[in-house]
């Protein structure tokens, strides 16, 4: 049990396997406080909120059978402090010769701040996501170099997240828990990559440095050939076709074609994606891959009881999970699951007190096409092996049983890389908000964000809910 104590009880975890410990806890509490009252409103707190959540975890490991840690069974968090999301704002995303990396960044955090009606001298902390500016635009200690021109005080920490491609996420996650412990009232986070400024041979290595430098990389590992190789033992064990990779394909150039700050802006049929020969790692091809994209995004994030008196519709953060898995591609057990997917998301729907059944909208992170196929079976949207079919039979399209990347996914709104986890985050907003034009999914109320770093060794999921 661990306490965090500013001002009264702002965050608390509990760890249902230590109810000693956190009793003793709440009792020394209480002789801080010299108060019995307090003592028996926080035991009384303890156990309604222990038997809530021991209840809600047992439903979502039934349904979904996640796979525990020996020794987690009884082990939950919960974050007493409600977060919501007050802003959202983003660069369009594409190819842009003519912006900075700088330029981008400045663009969205800005937009963020107009859209929640705040100014810079009102954000508390800063939080950035950027995976390679050192190597794609040379350029390190990236969190003051974009908060000093965004005009924040000079008494706000301005921190950089890198998490390879989950540099985003880990940065929103970053921001909610500084409010959730009472550090911050407005937290700014913006994900930022500009990735169009050498080759693509050369981002491909710029890349691959987020694989086992030593043990793969360095004997030929990239991005494409590691999904190639989770692609090729899908269809071996389950019968995954490429007809079922090509179905992620069309549905998200078509929902891209719907929104429009995507990179891509195009749709495709079926027959172009598999007569396409330009094979990039078989068996993934040209239209299996996301795009090479240069963008921004930012949310800012307020406590709960403040959002309403900000201007737009507020979100709410109902729960999240980041965990991790083993580094390298020969380490892993099964290379069609994503372990840290499964960690991640248990944690944040035992959080969230909700299953999987009841996610309106998800934003997944499709880097490969397979890589959507995975996430839908390890999210707990559909069963192990069925994910190719359920996207072929339309369970994942915008008016499918759980659509899946209204916004086009990395595979059609383009991958920023250390952008994409804080713009999953905006398009839920929008989502949820009801203000995604054309590309709105019915009567959403509650959405899920999953991004994946490296070959699944972070990965961190959010889940929001109509405030
Ligand atoms: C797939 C990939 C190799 C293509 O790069 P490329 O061969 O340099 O492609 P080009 O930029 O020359 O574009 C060639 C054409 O293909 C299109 N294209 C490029 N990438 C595309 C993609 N991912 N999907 C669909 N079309 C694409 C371009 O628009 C262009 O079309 P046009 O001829 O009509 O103008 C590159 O996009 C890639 O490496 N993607 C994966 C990035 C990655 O690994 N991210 C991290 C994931 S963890």
């Not at 891209?256 to 079926?270: E, F, I, R, W």
Request: with cysteine; aromatic share 8%; hydrophobic share 40%.
């Amino acid at each position: 049990m661990a306490w965090q104590y500013r001002d009264g009880v702002d965050l608390i975890q509990l760890e249902n396997s230590s109810v000693l410990p956190m009793l003793r806890g709440v009792f020394l509490k209480s002789l801080y406080h010299n108060c019995f009252l307090y003592l028996l409103t926080e035991t009384t707190n303890f156990f309604c909120s222990t038997l809530s959540i021991l209840s809600s975890y047992t439903n979502v490991e039934d349904q979904f059978q996640f796979r525990l840690a020996p020794g987690r069974k009884k082990e939950v968090k919960k974050v007493m402090k409600k977060v919501s999301v007050i802003g959202i704002g983003k660069t369009r995303y594409g190819v842009f010769k003519e912006k900075s990396l700088l330029d981008l960044a400045v663009e969205a955090g800005k937009k963020a701040m107009e859209d929640a009606g705040i100014a810079p001298e009102d954000i508390d902390a800063f939080y950035l996501g950027n995976f390679a500016g050192s190597d794609f635009v040379n350029q390190n200690h990236l969190a003051p170099y974009i908060g000093s021109p965004l005009g924040l005080r000079p008494d706000v920490p301005c921190t950089h997240i890198e998490n390879a491609c989950a540099s985003g996420g880990s940065s929103v996650r970053e921001g909610i828990l500084a409010i959730g412990s009472g550090n911050a009232n407005k937290v700014l986070v913006i994900g930022v990559e500009k990735m169009n400024t050498v080759p693509t041979p050369k981002v491909t290595e710029f890349l691959a440095k987020a694989g086992d430098w030593e043990n793969e990389v360095k004997v030929g590992y990239t991005f494409p050939s590691t999904f190639a190789m989770m692609a090729r033992r899908h269809m071996h064990q389950y019968g995954t076709t490429r007809e079922h990779l090509a179905a992620v394909t069309v549905k998200n150039h078509e929902n891209g074609l719907k929104n429009p700050y995507a990179h891509m802006q195009k749709s495709v049929t079926m027959e172009k994606v598999l007569e396409d020969k330009r094979v990039v790692a078989d068996p993934l091809r040209l239209y299996d891959c996301s795009l090479i994209t240069d963008g921004a995004s930012a949310v800012i994030l307020s406590e709960k009881s403040f959002s309403e008196t900000f201007s737009r519709k507020p979100v709410d953060v109902i729960g999240f999970g980041q965990a991790n898995d083993s580094f390298a591609l020969y380490q892993k057990q099964d290379l069609t699951r994503f372990d840290a997917t499964v960690e991640a998301a248990k944690s944040a729907f035992i959080m969230a007190d909700i299953k999987p059944d009841d996610v309106d909208v998800s934003e997944v992170h499709d880097c490969f096409t397979i890589a959507e196929i995975i996430a839908i079976e390890d999210l707990g949207f559909v069963p192990k092996g069925e994910g190719g079919p359920a996207t072929l039979d339309g369970v994942t399209s915008l008016d499918g049983r759980f659509p899946v990347n209204p916004s086009g996914g990395l595979k059609a709104k383009g991958h920023p890389v250390g952008a994409t986890g804080v713009d999953q985050i905006v398009e839920i907003t929008l989502q949820l908000r009801g203000e995604a034009g054309k590309r709105q999914v019915n009567d959403a109320e509650i959405g899920l964000t999953h991004n994946i770093g490296g070959s699944g060794a972070t990965c961190v999921v959010h889940i929001l809910a109509r405030g």
